[in-house]
């Protein structure tokens, strides 16, 4: 096997050595007219006739950085077409849909875009034509490009209720979003195991929701529990920092609220959202940390979960306190996020506790509802018809579909494709999510080396994912803006393993996403692969080898 190994990466070396232009996400055309190089030496300038604004310094900015982080290249600013990197505002052929030309020639790199968040992709396709060393200057081939995006959302996800990431983390992983083309971030902050927003009228969702007393060991149900308290949450003003700091990488930042279940973390701080507030949470034995049994014992009832999976403990839909509690902290929310969208969550809501509560069967009987699954219906439509009012649109997880989608929502489809292609039969917008390819908590290797969820999804299987379901026709096709992969951090307490379970595969993603459908071939992305791995060294980034790994290429190509 080690022999085996060796020998592949023997000849990977040669066909990296041999590519010449290795670009990922593939632009939609390049061509090489002529052979040579232009050189960036240790000092180089750069000229803009975009208009000065936030949008264009923020492209600019970007790559003087890049430059001089990676490859301690020098870059000022010049006037005229003579620089060696020179930006122009152009019209694209494209009916207004972002676009970018990047040429590059003896004369130096010359880019033409349509709009500054189109100059910054051709920035992201610049970096990946300059060498994967560090040697001081930077031989860039001769290249002519014209590039645009297939889809409008190219998102990532993650997860932070679980584990909590630092800021420092979350803007890295933005960082990773940009240089992949990837254009949403979808920011996962409240669940069962923790509430990470501040809500200024709310002090107790952080004062108790951000915090847990301990975790299960190992995969669930687990092996007992580590009994070390984990938490952490996010000011509001480190919310900002962050959502700024993505804005400057052309990255919408979409927040998710859980509701009405994953609720535990906010009931805890606050049990009358409860249907029963005089419950204590259910937490089985065997998994349940030392100190909240003697703070049960002590009288204590709610508790932030320290386990994982889905609980029947959730958002009271029969009492009115629980949509004032739900609106304030959505006008708080949406203060701090400039996105157009907010997610609402409304997933794995269990109806346990509807069905026994006299306030939410009090409901059903006053507004006519004939189950459980029509009081998620109206919850989540009063939630939307708050939201609308505000100038916010919902996006939801494919639940929201039980009892009647509300009108406005776009639905995100995790449980396959069903729920998608329903939204979009009844013209709703669709984001394309499955488990089956754009779940990057899954195991990237039959020889799994470290606890996971479960699954199995390899990078060439991500690669095969086509975000348009072949039963919706042209008409319905449209509803589709994309897709996204996500990352559930049940199996993730260090920013080492996010990074290892994302790369590759957020590769594959991004060329999913942006890449024309037939413009895509398995092979070829395979060899620019291997150049993307020298880039993740580069990066300092931690990814996944089991692209070498026989077994699980064998599998992913059956």
């Known amino acids: 096997m080690k022999r085996f190994l060796s020998i592949m990466f023997v000849s990977c070396s040669l066909i990296v ?21 232009y050189t960036l030496k240790q000092k180089i300038t750069w000229s803009s006739n975009f208009p000065d604004g936030d949008g264009a310094n923020a492209v600019t900015n970007y790559l003087t950085e890049y430059l001089k982080k990676y490859y ?19 019209r694209m052929p494209t009916g207004g849909a972002l676009a970018y030309r990047l040429n590059v020639s003896k004369s130096g790199v010359r880019i033409e875009a349509n709009f500054d968040e189109s100059a910054f992709h051709a920035v992201q396709s610049l970096i990946q034509l300059l060498p994967v060393q560090q040697n001081g200057t930077a031989a860039i081939p001769f290249v002519k490009i014209f590039d645009k995006a297939r889809f409008d959302y190219r998102g ?3 997860d932070v209720g679980r584990h909590f990431a630092p800021v420092s983390f979350v803007k890295k992983y933005i960082d990773y979003l940009a240089l992949h083309k990837i254009n949403v971030f979808h920011w996962h902050l409240t669940e069962d195991q923790g509430w990470r927003i501040e809500i200024k009228k709310y002090p107790e ?26 938490d952490g949450y996010y000011t509001q003003e480190e919310i900002k920092e962050v959502v700024a700091y993505a804005k400057s990488r052309f990255v919408e930042v979409i927040p998710e609220i859980e509701m009405p279940g994953h609720g535990s973390a ?10 029963f507030p005089n419950r ?16 049960a014992q002590k009288g204590r009832v709610k508790f932030v979960q320290e386990t994982w999976g889905v609980f029947d403990d959730v958002f009271c839909a029969g009492k009115d306190e629980t949509f004032k509690f739900l609106e304030n902290v959505l006008d708080e929310t949406i203060s701090l996020f400039p996105s157009k969208y907010v ?3 409304g997933d794995e809501c269990p109806k346990t506790h509807w069905k026994q509560c006299p306030n939410c069967q009090k409901r059903m009987k006053e507004l006519k509802l004939k189950d459980e699954h029509e009081l998620q219906s109206y919850f989540i439509q009063r939630i939307e018809k708050y939201l609308n009012a505000k100038g916010k649109t919902i996006i939801g997880w494919d639940e929201i579909l039980e009892g009647g989608l509300a009108p406005n929502a776009q639905v995100m489809s995790w449980r396959g494709e069903a729920g998608g292609i329903a939204a979009a039969k009844e013209n709703h917008y669709v984001i394309m999510t499955p488990g089956s390819h754009m779940y990057f908590d899954h195991k990237q290797t039959a020889n799994e080396d470290s606890v996971t969820i479960g699954g199995f999804t390899t990078v060439q299987k991500v690669y095969t994912y086509e975000p348009i379901p072949k039963e919706l026709p042209e008409s319905q096709a449209k509803y589709v803006r994309g897709a996204q992969a996500n990352v559930w951090t049940e199996y993730m307490n260090n920013s080492s393993k996010i990074e290892y379970m994302i790369f590759p595969r957020m590769a594959a993603l991004s060329e999913v996403l942006w890449t024309a459908k037939e413009k895509r071939n398995a092979a070829d992305f395979e060899k620019r692969l291997l150049v993307q791995f020298k880039r993740y ?7 996944s080898k089991a692209y070498f790994d026989p077994k699980s290429t064998v599998e992913a190509k059956k």
Not at 266 to 275: E, G, H, K, R
């Open 72 to 90: 301690n290249i020098e870059a000022v600013q010049a006037k005229g077409s003579k620089a060696d990197i020179v930006f122009s505002s152009t």
């Open 156 to 158: 990532m996800h993650l």
């Open 280 to 295: 204590t949470t259910e937490i089985p034995l065997n998994m349940v940390s030392l100190k909240t049994v003697q703070e």
């Open 537 to 543: 060294d580069l990066w300092g980034a931690n990814y």
């Open 205 to 230: 969702l952080t004062n108790i929701g951000s915090k847990r007393n301990g975790t299960i060991i190992g995969r669930y149900p687990g092996k007992g529990n580590d009994n070390k308290p984990h």
């Open 266 to 275: 906010a009931i805890a701080a606050y049990p009358s959202l409860s249907c």
């Open 343 to 345: 997610h609402i969550g």
């Open 17 to 37: 050595s041999a590519q010449e232009i290795s670009i990922i996400p593939q632009p939609y055309e390049m061509k090489q007219p002529e052979k040579g190089t």
